[in-house]
T-cell receptor, first 117, second 115 residues
Framework: AQTVTQSQPEMSVQEAETVTLSCTYD???????LFWYKQPPSRQMILVIR??????QNATENRFSVNFQKAAKSFSLKISDSQLGDAAMYFC??????????????FGKGTHLIIQP | GAGVSQSPSNKVTEKGKDVELRCDPI?????LYWYRQSLGQGLEFLIY????????KSGLPSDRFSAERTGGSVSTLTIQRTQQEDSAVYLC?????????????FGEGSWLTVV
C-alpha cells in the first residue's frame, strides 16, 4: 500500500517570507499523481497544485510551486511571499493511475502552517 | 450545484442515537467519497462510490456505519448508535468520471459531536 509522510506537524513563517512544506511517499508505481490540498478553518479542502509523475517539469501556480524529486519520492511545496490567507492545514496526497483501494488516493497527516504578521 | 454541498454543517447528538449526514455532489460527478477527520488529524478514508455502487467500503470502521447513494447523485452516511469516538468532521468529495487525474472537489464537511 502507498504511504504519504508529512514530517512537519507545524510550520511557522513570517508574512512575505518563503516557506517549504515537505512530503515524501512510498510507491512501487511508475506513473501516478501528486497533490497539495489546503484546508483553512472553513474546513473545505481546496486543491493548491498537482503534479503528474511522468512530467519532469515542476508544477507552478502563482506563488505556489513544487519540488518534485521522483527518484527520492519527494514532493515539497514552496509558498513564496507568504500571506495571512495562506494560514491553513496543508495535506499532501498521492493517487495511483490505476485506481484500487480508496480509488487509489492516499493523504498525509497534514502540516499546520502559521503565518506571523 | 456549484460545489459539493453537505448537511448538516454541525450536529450535536446524544450517545446511542442514530445520525444521517448528507452529501450532494457536483452535478454530473460520478465518483463520490466519504472521509473522516478527527480533531487535528489527517483524512481517514471511509467509502468510495462510482455511480450508485461502492467498489471500496473497506474504510467503514464498524457495522454501525453505512452509506448509500441513489440516482448517482446524493449520498447519505448513516451512523447508528453513535459513540463518543465517532465525533469528527465527515468530509464528502466528488470527482468527474473515472480518470485518476481528475480533480477531487471537497465539501465543507459535517462536524459531528457525540455527547
Amino acid at each position: 500500500a502507498q504511504t504519504v509522510t508529512q514530517s512537519q506537524p507545524e510550520m511557522s513563517v513570517q508574512e512575505a517570507e518563503t516557506v517549504t512544506l515537505s512530503c515524501t511517499y512510498d510507491t512501487s508505481e511508475s506513473d501516478y499523481y501528486l497533490f497539495w490540498y489546503k484546508q483553512p478553518p472553513s474546513r473545505q479542502m481546496i486543491l493548491v497544485i498537482r503534479q503528474e509523475a511522468y512530467k519532469q517539469q515542476n508544477a507552478t501556480e502563482n506563488r505556489f510551486s513544487v519540488n518534485f524529486q521522483k527518484a527520492a519520492k519527494s514532493f515539497s511545496l514552496k509558498i513564496s511571499d507568504s500571506q495571512l490567507g495562506d494560514a491553513a492545514m496543508y495535506f499532501c496526497a498521492y493517487r495511483r493511475t490505476k485506481g484500487g483501494g480508496a480509488d487509489g488516493l492516499t493523504f498525509g497527516k497534514g502540516t499546520h502552517l502559521i503565518i506571523q504578521p | 450545484g456549484a460545489g459539493v454541498s453537505q448537511s448538516p454543517s454541525n450536529k450535536v447528538t446524544e450517545k446511542g442515537k442514530d445520525v444521517e449526514l448528507r452529501c450532494d455532489p457536483i452535478s454530473g460527478h460520478t465518483a463520490l467519497y466519504w472521509y473522516r477527520q478527527s480533531l487535528g488529524q489527517g483524512l481517514e478514508f471511509l467509502i468510495y462510490f462510482q455511480g450508485n455502487s461502492a467498489p471500496d467500503k473497506s474504510g467503514l470502521p464498524s457495522d454501525r456505519f453505512s452509506a448509500e447513494r441513489t440516482g448517482g447523485s446524493v449520498s447519505t452516511l448513516t451512523i447508528q448508535r453513535t459513540q463518543q469516538e465517532d465525533s469528527a468532521v465527515y468530509l464528502c468529495a466528488s470527482k468527474e468520471g473515472m480518470s485518476s487525474g481528475n480533480t477531487i472537489y471537497f465539501g465543507e464537511g459535517s462536524w459531528l459531536t457525540v455527547v
